[in-house]
């Protein structure tokens, strides 16, 4: 069976190169536009895995991480993180409590890093 990954992205590129990539790479893939709607699809649906933009309208990625962490099938489910922010800045900081399996600094990464990560979390 394939394993699904929600992405969480509000850049709508990033969002469809992120879906299109793990679709070749054999994923079912479900995307959320904001941390309401990702929080509320995760909940629902329970991903394999999720990818979570932090900067995002409605609610952002670590409010939404903040609370996907207090529900019982939440507290489990691997995360990664796709950030603009700075390695030493506080937000990170704070984020790493709730323990995503990775994070990523959106000027440094590579795709294919990304989906190497994604493949050894999910055993794939």
């Given amino acids: 069976m394939k394993k699904t990954i929600l992405i969480v992205e509000d850049e709508l590129p ?4 992120l879906a299109d990539k793990f679709s070749l790479e054999g ?5 959320a536009k904001d941390g309401a709607e990702g929080l509320e699809t995760a909940i629902s649906k ?5 990818i979570l933009d932090i900067f995002m309208p409605v609610m ?3 409010a939404m991480f903040e609370k996907l962490r207090q529900d019982a099938w ?4 691997p995360v990664i993180i796709l950030t603009n922010l700075n390695p030493d800045d506080k937000t990170l900081e704070q984020l790493m409590k709730n323990g995503p399996s990775y994070y990523f ?3 440094k990464w590579k795709l294919e890093e990304l989906v190497s990560k994604v493949k050894k979390e999910l055993g794939a």
Avoid: Y
Avoid at 46 to 50: A, E, N, T, V
Avoid at 74 to 77: I, L, Q, R, S
């Fill in 46 to 50: 329970k991903p394999d895995l999720i």
């Fill in 27 to 31: 994923f079912e893939i479900l995307e």
């Fill in 60 to 62: 952002d990625g670590k």
């Fill in 105 to 107: 600094i959106k000027s």
């Fill in 74 to 77: 939440g507290k489990t489910v």
């Fill in 14 to 17: 990033m969002l469809k190169a």
